[in-house]
């Protein structure tokens, strides 16, 4: 940082003036705590009498010069401590000057903190520049986005329950009119939202199974009946390629003709040639399908850095974005320095992390998660809780947890001799916000496509 | 400067002069400590105490120190 830029960043005169008036008047402190943190000053001494200021008010409300020079003492951090504090003397005007002190405070530390993120992403640039470029671009990305972060968001943390129960109160009587917002997100599937009334932003929703239960499929089904009442959906597929998810999409969109009766288009046909007739009903669904706003992230070994990077990008571009979904948790890529944590402790993190994103970009994410082994020396097949515990206490980060059970899977004669082929058990073992419980819905396989033909009966 | 900031400027130079005397052994720690509790409470103590306390825990130097003008501007 250059001298000029250095000199722009600190105002050391604002900075004495904060501490000489909540060191002469205490009671100030309640106020602004909330907006001031020690970082906020950019002298490290001021920083330590902030602290030791702070420090005092909670042990016993009462702060005296005498009492701070005493723990600076203690704590033998500053060199000379009489004269600093004497300057504090010196500066003080008035109580009148905290509030445009701090003021300047916070926007000279939100300087500092873009001039820094400048030099780190320069130094970032120059020395990893051997390295994948997608990976530097997501770095410098975290470290800009780090640096735009207000350092105090506490004035929206604490609420009165007047304000908390104003926003439920309009929820209800929203709900009471119909008004589609009020809901969490619907999926399109009745007995889903029946059970869910919605996913609910900031959610981390864990949809797990073991392979071939058709979870990609139910999560494409429901990314395709978001999308299609134009709320942006981001996808992020780790396993399958753009195109793969592409033919996923139409192909599931053909089975509108297969259900009308009248003609069909298989996944064989679509896949080999079609018809004239064929290719003019594909031409239909394509035309349709090309207004509906999906981003797709096809990329292998992405880490939960990039994820984050990519999906704070997206929500940049598309502020109203409504869902996100990632499949699947396993293929996510631990980050380099593990420290020698176990497999399961990067589980456990990377599930936080997307949580935290998830709450930061105020949108549901839905998490795909393979199950582990245990299940299948079960006689009793359905997944349950203890058979995500090895994976990093997933369940623990949570807010609901979605397994998937296809008993034709494992027992096909009894399932064609009872007419449950394609029966999907969609099993709420978790839900902070509503019940637990089972649903079902049907599996075509040759269209991966699920449909709500039953009636909403909820075994509990 | 405020009468607040003023006397606070004046304990806190005594405070430095007490400390130097800790270094040269004049006076121990534990009389530093009481000298800065009296200071840090002299609003509610009696100004003869308060006297008779720091020239005791200086060991005769407060006297010498501030004999020129009062320690407390206004008493």
Not at chain 1, 349 to 370: F, H, K, T, W
Not at chain 2, 57 to 74: A, H, M, N, V
Request: proline share 3%; net charge negative; hydrophobic share 40%.
């Amino acid at each position: 940082m250059s001298s000029m830029t250095k000199f722009s960043a600190v105002d050391r005169n604002a900075e004495q003036r904060v501490l000489g008036v909540l060191i002469k008047y205490p009671q100030r402190i309640d106020q602004v705590i909330d907006k001031l943190r020690p970082e906020h000053f950019h002298e490290s001494a001021y920083r330590k009498i902030y602290e030791v200021i702070i420090d005092l008010y909670n042990k016993s409300g009462r702060i005296s010069y005498t009492q701070v020079y005493n723990q600076l003492r203690k704590e033998n951090i500053i060199d000379d401590p009489t004269q600093t504090l004497m300057q504090l003397t010196e500066s003080f005007v008035g109580m009148s000057e905290l509030e445009p002190c701090i003021e300047i405070l916070r926007q000279k530390e939100g300087t500092r903190r873009l001039l820094d993120a400048v030099e780190s992403i320069k130094e970032l640039a120059i020395a990893d520049a051997e390295d994948n470029l997608s990976s530097v671009q997501a770095k410098a990305q975290e470290i800009i986005f780090a640096a735009t972060q207000n350092l105090v968001a506490a004035e929206q943390d604490a609420k009165s329950l007047l304000e908390v129960l104003n926003k439920c109160y309009i929820k209800l009587v929203e709900r009471r009119h119909g008004v589609d917002s009020a809901y969490g997100l619907s999926v399109r599937f009745p007995s889903i939202d029946g059970m869910t009334t919605g996913f609910k932003r900031k959610d981390l929703i864990i949809l797990a199974a073991r392979p071939s239960m058709g979870k990609t499929a139910f999560a494409m089904n429901m990314v395709v009946n978001v999308a299609k009442r134009n709320i942006p959906v981001l996808l992020f597929s780790l396993e399958m390629d753009d195109e793969q998810i592409g033919d996923r999409i139409v192909l599931n969109e053909f089975f509108r003709y297969k259900e009308q009766g009248d003609f069909e288009i298989t996944s064989t046909e679509y896949q080999t040639r079609l018809s004239d007739e064929q290719f003019s009903r594909a031409q239909k669904v394509f035309n349709e399908l090309y207004q509906i706003p999906i981003t797709i992230v096809d990329k292998r070994g992405l880490t939960c850095a990039e994820i984050r990077a990519k999906a704070r990008k997206i929500k940049a571009e598309k502020p109203d974005l409504g869902l996100i979904v990632i499949d699947y948790l396993q293929l996510i890529k631990a980050p380099m320095n593990t420290g020698g944590r176990s497999w399961s402790l990067i589980v456990g993190e990377i599930v936080r992390e997307l949580r935290d994103l998830a709450g930061e970009l105020d949108v549901p994410l839905i998490l795909l998660s393979q199950l582990n082994r245990s299940v299948e020396s079960r006689d009793n097949k359905r997944p349950m809780m203890s058979d995500l515990r090895d994976s990093g206490n997933i369940e623990e980060f949570a807010d609901a947890v979605i397994f998937l059970y296809r008993d034709d899977y494992y027992h096909p004669e009894e399932a064609e001799a009872t007419g449950t082929q394609g029966l999907v058990e969609i099993i709420f073992a978790k839900q902070r916000k509503g019940a637990t419980g089972t649903v079902k819905l049907r599996f075509v396989k040759e269209y991966t496509r699920f449909i709500d033909e039953f009636k909403n009966e909820v075994s509990r | 400067m405020a009468l607040f900031e003023e006397l606070e400027r004046v304990k806190l130079q005594f405070i430095s002069v007490c400390e130097s005397l800790v270094h040269k052994e004049r006076i121990s720690e534990a009389d530093f400590d009481q000298i800065l509790q009296l200071l840090d409470n002299m609003d509610e103590l009696d100004e003869n105490h308060l006297h008779d306390e720091l020239s005791r825990l200086t060991k005769g130097s407060f006297d010498l120190l501030f004999w020129e003008k009062p320690i407390f501007p206004g008493k």
